[in-house]
């Protein structure tokens, strides 16, 4: 082999492991944010099937404790799910209510919803709707999407097509 084929080799090997490493990097950040989507959505479900079977009203809300709501709309340091027995507005835990789930927030991703806490009501009553956007640092987004029965579903992009509303991350 001359010194220019080898050159010329190492180019190509170069461009070939450039091209892979940023295909590879989106990959993994695509897994990220649909784990994390379907996370929330298993969790959604989790919440409104314990409040069918056990018959009070579970909350899920933002914390970043694990043992109270942070009483806001960021849910990217993490988030409870909990018996709101006393079925307090705003939501919060009191004594001889059980946290449930503590979920911890996934370095990375944004999370933000409209509202600060989403409650699930027993024997099929209205549930709170509203939409949680979780956002990457490339701007990319999924929105877990909870109807008024309580039922999740997923988006990638607004009902007019558009982007979803990912500002910056953090």
């Not at 919803?113 to 549930?127: D, E, I, K, L, T």
């Amino acid at each position: 082999m001359t010194l220019a084929e080898l050159l010329v080799s190492a180019c190509i090997f170069a461009i070939t492991l450039s091209i892979a490493t940023s295909g590879l990097a989106a990959m993994q950040a695509n897994a990220k944010l649909a784990s994390t989507a379907n996370y929330l959505v298993h969790l959604v479900h989790q919440a409104r099937h314990t409040a069918l079977t056990r018959g009070f009203d579970v909350a899920l809300c933002p914390s970043q404790t694990g043992r109270q709501c942070t009483g806001s709309a960021d849910w990217s340091g993490g988030w409870i799910m909990f018996a709101n027995k006393d079925q307090d507005d705003p939501v919060q835990v009191d004594a001889g209510e059980t946290v449930l789930t503590f979920g911890q927030g996934v370095a990375g991703l944004r999370i933000a919803a409209n509202r600060q806490a989403f409650v699930f009501r027993p024997h099929g009553r209205r549930a709170t709707n509203g939409t949680l956007v979780i956002c990457d640092r490339r701007q990319e987004g999924t929105a877990v999407i909870i109807s008024h029965t309580g039922k999740p579903r997923t988006a990638t992009r607004l009902p007019s097509g558009a982007a979803l509303p990912c500002g910056s991350s953090r």
